[in-house]
């Protein structure tokens, strides 16, 4: 019995090869209202919609930066694989572990990613 080959339904969809998408990296994918970014963050992947909880920026242009641990003055440890993701707008930044924004009040829409024969695969959009 052959498998049948992976293909996008209309609430899944496939966006690459996970080699396309290393860590560190991202794709954007025009689904749904927004659209959406789907990320790689220490090789585990992660999909947010394209819409900042603050006022509506296109928040998957923004800019991914490691986090920024307590030190010592003067010093400055970060740690992670730039988990952190900044709206372009007015700098609000998300984890895009969990979704939380910095000051834990607003979440952004998070999305079920999976991986199935080497093909990364966006679901529920
Ligand atoms: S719209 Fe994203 S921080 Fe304001």
């Not at 339904?9 to 794709?27: A, C, L, M």
């Not at 585990?44 to 923004?62: D, S, W």
């Not at 030190?71 to 984890?95: A, M, R, T």
Request: net charge negative.
């Amino acid at each position: 019995m052959t498998s049948q080959p992976v293909t996008s339904t209309p609430t899944s969809h496939v966006v690459g090869t996970v080699e396309e998408i290393p860590p560190g990296s991202s794709k954007f994918v025009p689904v749904g209202k927004f659209g959406v970014g789907v990320y790689n963050v220490g090789g585990e992947f992660r999909a947010v919609t394209n819409y900042c909880p603050h006022r509506g920026g296109p928040l998957c242009v923004g800019q991914r930066y490691p986090v920024i641990e307590p030190s010592e003055p003067y010093q400055f440890e970060v740690s992670g694989e730039d988990e952190i993701l900044k709206c372009p707008w007015h700098g609000w930044e998300f984890d895009l572990r969990d979704g939380v924004s910095e000051v834990g009040t607003k979440r952004i829409r998070m999305h079920r990613v999976r991986v199935e024969d080497g093909l990364v695969i966006l679901e529920g959009v």
